[in-house]
């Protein structure tokens, strides 16, 4: 009970505090209730005051702003009147800039032109048939008209053919690997360039197009102008005097082999110019056969134009692609898109055409110069096919979008040549295999024929151009080839054609040994040609070509010679005759030098040494006039004459020198071994 009135005491005292509270509490809100009817009577009055303001101002702001709309009507109409009224005086106000043309500054000009545009748009559609715009449109002509004129004087003013100094350098070093184009600054300046584009761009939201004609006809006289100063500067370089150097070109270089002249003119050497061949870099060591050459090379060495035309047709076709490479890339920004293919394939027509007639010329050379039967001529192809082969693709890449006849026309120029030199090739075999068997044109001491030399020397100069002369043939009979890879199908259509000429010449060669009286130098004849082929073969490496097709073609010329070796021996029959065993007069064992013979073996023993005596005189005196070039053919020969008739004239000198047939032994025993020996190392020495 104690404790449970302690609880009742403070119950009743908190109940008493919030008491207190909740009066505090209703004393607020009686306050806050005053406060609130104070705020919504001020807002109330402060809304009618709204209210009040914005019936007095609304009025006023509607008419402002109709004011405004009407000040910037007024303003726009302004605006617009000046705007048309400038339409109907800018001719007076941009005919003097006009009349001055584009000469006095681009920009300024351009943007004179263009108010007259858009003062021709106005007037054609507000104000047509009237004065004002007869004379704008008038202005406006001019100046367009002024325009073209300036792109035109542009081109023609600026414009430079590309030196040939800067073409020499292009051309040199791609000759080293190294990429090089033309810059367009040799063109055009490069501030020109940007004219020209600003101009071209102009004219052409014109609708004006005239100005590519202009651009082609000046930009194409200039192309071929960069042809002709590269041809004019490389002969101003051959006429100089020469520094160094042996000469690039091939067909110059066959020639100077074929003259007999003791000092050569070595001829100017241009870096870029094709490399010489190897077969004929190593002419110092072929053989050197008797007669002239003039069958092979006369007409070529009387024009000795077509030559360096060669050369320098090769180095044309080279500067011809780097010339409209550069060209493309000219036009890039003048010429519009949509016409570049049109415009470069008119642009370079003339130059293509001018290389192209260059190339007909050179073949109907050579065709001429095959019916003067001068095979040196259809040389002269070879580098040029060889050259355009090389080109071929690079032309195609740049005449892509051109029309067919124009990307066809270096592929038909090969062609052309391509037959052109395949028949002349044809016409070599059949010349060797008719060549005249004159006894005239024979050689009198049995050396190397000239049509031999000519023929090995012809054939050396495949030899460099083994996929050009073997694509050349394929061309007139691709299917007499066996089923082998692309790549090796030239070499062996090459080794056939080189193989059917050698079958010729073979032929030929045995035919005009028939023209030699004496079997001795027919024989001599035979084995100097036979091995002048084999050692040219040999030399210049054309039998790993021959080999392609007739593998055993060393055996066969090893047969050959082997076969003319033992014609020749036969010609020692008369001399052994008299000294071999067979002719033994009397038998002489046991015979001492006392011993006396009878009359008749006496005189068959004189005989036989007289015999020999005169044999020998003559087979010498022929044989030393016979001439063996090769000297390791020279002295096999001397050796196996030594092999051959020695024993037989040693045993019989043995046999008889010792008995008594004749009281004067100088008178018939005239020649001692040695003597024989100096007589056969004689042979083939016009000086022994």
Known sequence: ?????????????????????????????????????????????????????????????????NLQRRHENIEKTLSALNHVIGFY???????PIIRDGPSSGLDNYLQCMDKLQKAVQYLTVNHNGSTEMSHVISLFDAGKDAMEKEFRNSLSRHGRPVSA??????????????????????????????ELKQISAWLLSCKSDMFLQDYIMIRSGLLSKSLIGLKDKLKVDCKEPLTAGPTHSPAMVVKQKLRETPVRKPSKRLSFFPKTPSALKKSGNTLEPSGS?????????????????????????????????????????????????????????????QVVKDGE???????????????????????????????????????????????????????????????????????????????????????????????????EQLLDFCDTAGAMLMTQDPTSLPN???????????????????????????????????????????????NYILRSLRRTNLVTIVQLRMPEIEDRYGELLQQQK??????????????????????????SPDTKLKEKDRNLIKEKFTGFNKEIDEIFRQQKMFAIPDPELRDCLRQDNLNYIMPFYSAFLKRY???????????YIRYKEEDVKRFIFGFFDATA
């Open 1 to 65: 009970m104690e404790d449970y009135l302690p609880t009742k005491t403070e119950i009743a005292n908190k109940l008493q505090r919030e008491m207190e509270n909740l009066t505090i509490l209703q004393d607020c809100i009686q306050r806050s209730d005053l406060m609130t009817q104070s705020m919504l009577t001020i807002l109330n009055s402060f809304e009618n005051r709204l209210s009040k303001l914005e019936e007095t101002i609304n009025p006023i702001y509607q008419e402002t702003g």
């Open 89 to 95: 005086h800018v001719a007076e106000d941009m005919e």
């Open 165 to 194: 100094d800067t073409l020499k350098q292009v051309l040199t070093a791609e000759d080293d690997d190294i990429e090089m184009e033309i810059p367009l600054s040799e063109h055009l300046p490069e501030i020109v360039i940007a």
């Open 293 to 353: 050459a003039c069958h092979f090379g006369s007409s070529l060495m009387k024009d000795e134009a077509c030559d360096i035309d060669t050369d320098f047709y090769i180095c044309s076709v080279q500067a011809l692609l780097k010339l409209i490479k550069s060209e493309a890339a000219l036009m890039q920004g003048i010429v519009p898109e949509k016409q570049q293919r049109h415009v470069f394939e008119q642009l370079i027509q003339s130059a293509i055409d």
């Open 361 to 459: 010329q050179i073949c109907q050379y050579v065709k001429r110069a095959m019916t003067r039967h001068n095979v040196a001529a259809v040389i002269l192809l070879f580098p040029v096919l060889h050259q355009l082969r090389a080109v071929k693709p690079e032309f195609e890449k740049t005449l892509e979008g051109c029309l067919a006849p124009t990307r066809s026309r270096i592929a038909s120029l090969i062609s052309m040549l391509d037959s052109a030199g395949a028949r002349a090739l044809e016409e070599f075999v059949d010349n060797i295999r008719n060549d005249p068997e004159r006894q005239s044109n024979m050689p009198k001491d049995g050396t190397v024929h000239e049509l031999t030399s000519n023929t090995m020397l012809f054939l």
């Open 484 to 530: 082998v890879q692309n790549v090796e199908r030239p070499k062996l259509k090459l080794a056939e054609y080189i193989t059917k000429v050698l079958s010729s010449l073979g032929l030929n060669l045995n035919n005009k040994a028939e023209a030699y009286n004496d079997s001795a130098i027919k024989a001599v004849f035979l084995l100097n040609n036979f």
């Open 566 to 591: 033992s014609s020749y021996a036969q010609s020692w029959s008369r001399v052994l005759h008299y000294i071999s065993e067979n002719q033994k007069p009397v038998s002489t064992s046991g015979i």
């Open 657 to 667: 020198s010792n008995t008594n047939f004749t009281k004067n032994p100088e008178k």
